[in-house]
């Protein structure tokens, strides 16, 4: 078995640092600031994506992404904490499964992050925004953490906290999870998946039992 994690709301709560971020790049550039809720309702999306949606200009846009990425890197680890049982999830699943991260935040300080949390050795690949063309809901982020594993004969799964990372495993051809732990609600992620959990430990449990199930009568 394959199991593919998302990162923001999935494993991780970068709710304060992406926030933070988003403020300080808006007060960098004398741009207003927007809600908070304006833009944890865009999570998910990449960040010219929502700058894009919070109204700054197309021609200015990378420049607000360039400044979010710069401070960022400074705050992240400080900021970000692990949710509630999502290292007890990843460790589980490791003792079953070949894991990797696909998200889209940047891949670079993704991997910083994982490593703080003592988590990236459990991954074989790990695909960010930086490594693809198209990020989610495209399934190009999951095919190319795919091609970098021995797929051969293997269940294939998806765990995300919302609609892009379900629809992108859907256009990928492959099982999905949503969990509520993150920002999309039971409403919007049912509508792109059977098979939703409070968290992520919930989901590799429901896995490692459909595991063994399958193996037991094969």
């Not at 940047?106 to 994982?114: E, N, P, W």
């Not at 998806?158 to 990928?172: C, P, Q, R, V, Y």
């Amino acid at each position: 078995m394959i199991i593919l994690f998302d990162l923001d709301g999935t494993l991780i709560d970068s709710t304060d640092a992406i926030l933070e971020t988003f403020h300080h790049s808006f007060k960098a550039h004398n741009y207003p600031n927007p809600k908070d809720e304006d833009i944890t309702a865009l999570i998910g999306y990449p960040l010219d994506v929502m700058y894009r949606e919070l109204g700054v200009d197309e021609d200015v846009v990378w420049d607000y992404v360039h400044t979010y990425k710069e401070y960022y890197r400074v705050i992240s680890t400080q900021r970000t904490t692990l949710l509630l049982n999502a290292k007890e999830a990843v460790i589980q699943a490791n003792e079953f499964a070949i894991l990797g991260i696909v998200t889209t935040k940047t891949g670079k300080y993704s991997r910083v992050l994982m490593e703080h949390f003592d988590l990236m050795k459990y991954f074989e690949v790990l695909i960010g925004r930086e490594d693809v063309e198209k990020p989610k809901p495209d399934a190009e982020p999951i095919n190319k953490a795919l091609d970098a594993l021995d797929t051969a004969n293997r269940e294939i799964w998806m765990i995300g906290d919302t609609k892009l990372d379900l629809i992108s495993a859907k256009n990928a051809g492959v099982n999905s999870i949503g969990v509520l732990s993150g920002y999309d609600n039971c409403d919007i992620l049912k509508q792109h998946t059977d098979v939703i959990f409070s968290d992520a430990l919930e989901a590799v449990k429901y896995l490692q039992k459909k595991k063994k199930t399958h193996i037991s009568f094969t």
